[in-house]
């Protein structure tokens, strides 16, 4: 019972702090900004290390937050083999490869209507297609490490760049496009100078969206061939074996690798795209 109303006051203090903290005078500060869902996600953890207390849950089921973090600590070598096997290797070089390939296609079909029309069904086919069964295929024609990986990561994000980019590069106003032939500016000069940075805010929206497909792509991948390190290699067989605590530990990784990745992306856009309204 003390466990349960432990939970209690720690929800009800970290509510009753955010909410100061969101409607306080300095809710606009950086600082504010970044304290508040950190507030929020350490009542979370407490808050659920004390109900598996409470209700002693075993860990098969669900380990505790402090069962995770010692084997965050104990396993730090491994988990960082997993680490740069499936995100540096795998995630990774697929999102490179998928994103130039997803922009070098966009340029194509952005000077023809033809390979328009084409190449946005067909982009759209790709990505219907399931992970689970496109994965095994790569896995058989390029093998079971990283290579495979990055194939099955490229898929998936090419077709959310493409569109995205596409579509930002027919962004201009005819108005706009004009001018620049007015100004005796062919094709190219147009490009880099009007329409590609008029795009960027698209073309970021479909970098983000791949951050997160990256990763899921990557980890599902491995589920289905895989040496014997990477992070989806190691979830499934932690789980077979009933080590739970490792399986949770992986998704922590998986979960702040793919933040800092997103929030990579956002920065960057933020450079980029600084005289967007979107931005200011």
Same mark, same amino acid.
């Given at each position: !019972?003390?466990?349960?109303?432990?939970?209690?006051?720690?929800?009800?203090?970290?509510?009753?702090?955010?909410?100061?903290?969101?409607?306080?005078?300095?809710?606009?500060?950086? =600082?504010?900004?970044?304290?508040?869902?950190?507030?929020?996600?350490?009542?979370?953890?407490?808050?659920?290390?004390?109900?598996?207390? #409470?209700?002693?849950?075993?860990?098969?089921?669900?380990?505790?937050?402090?069962?995770?973090?010692?084997?965050?600590?104990?396993?730090?070598?491994?988990?960082?083999?997993?680490?740069?096997?499936?995100?540096?290797?795998?995630?990774? $070089?697929?999102?490179?490869?998928?994103?130039?390939?997803?922009?070098?296609?966009?340029?194509?079909?952005?000077?023809?209507?033809?390979?328009?029309?084409?190449?946005?069904?067909?982009?759209?086919?790709?990505?219907?297609?399931?992970?689970?069964?496109?994965?095994?295929?790569?896995?058989?024609?390029? +093998?079971?490490?990283?290579?495979?990986?990055?194939?099955?990561?490229?898929?998936?994000?090419? =077709?959310?760049?493409?569109?995205? %980019?596409?579509? +930002?590069?027919?962004?201009?106003?005819? !108005?706009?496009?004009?001018?620049?032939?007015?100004?005796?500016?062919?094709?190219?000069?147009?490009?880099?100078?009007?329409?590609?940075?008029?795009? !960027?805010?698209?073309?970021?929206?479909?970098?983000?969206?791949? %951050?997160?497909?990256?990763?899921?792509?990557?980890?599902?991948?491995?589920?289905?061939?895989?040496? $014997?390190?990477?992070?989806?290699?190691?979830?499934?067989?932690?789980?077979?074996?009933? #080590?739970?605590? !490792?399986?949770?530990?992986?998704?922590?990784?998986?979960?702040?690798?793919?933040?800092?990745?997103?929030?990579?992306?956002?920065?960057?856009?933020?450079?980029? $795209?600084?005289?967007?309204?979107?931005?200011?």
């Amino acid at each position: !019972m003390m466990a349960i109303f432990g939970a209690l006051v720690v929800w009800g203090a970290g509510w009753y702090l955010n909410i100061r903290l969101a409607n306080g005078s300095h809710s606009n500060n950086p =600082f504010v900004k970044a304290l508040i869902p950190a507030i929020f996600g350490i009542t979370l953890i407490l808050v659920w290390e004390l109900l598996v207390w #409470a209700f002693d849950i075993n860990p098969v089921i669900l380990p505790a937050p402090s069962s995770i973090g010692a084997r965050l600590m104990v396993e730090g070598p491994r988990l960082w083999a997993d680490f740069q096997q499936t995100i540096i290797k795998g995630a990774m $070089t697929g999102y490179i490869l998928g994103g130039l390939a997803a922009f070098g296609v966009a340029i194509l079909a952005d000077r023809s209507d033809f390979l328009t029309r084409g190449i946005l069904p067909v982009g759209g086919f790709m990505a219907a297609l399931p992970i689970v069964g496109t994965a095994p295929i790569f896995v058989k024609w390029l +093998g079971s490490d990283w290579e495979s990986k990055a194939a099955v990561v490229a898929v998936m994000v090419f =077709f959310p760049i493409l569109v995205n %980019t596409v579509a +930002g590069l027919k962004d201009t106003s005819a !108005m706009q496009r004009d001018l620049m032939r007015t100004y005796g500016a062919g094709y190219w000069p147009t490009l880099f100078k009007l329409r590609l940075p008029a795009a !960027m805010p698209f073309i970021f929206n479909g970098l983000k969206i791949a %951050t997160t497909l990256a990763l899921i792509g990557a980890i599902v991948a491995e589920f289905f061939g895989s040496p $014997t390190v990477g992070m989806g290699f190691r979830i499934s067989t932690s789980f077979g074996q009933l #080590a739970l605590d !490792m399986v949770w530990a992986e998704i922590v990784v998986a979960a702040l690798a793919g933040s800092g990745f997103y929030g990579a992306m956002t920065l960057i856009e933020k450079r980029v $795209t600084f005289w967007h309204p979107s931005q200011r």
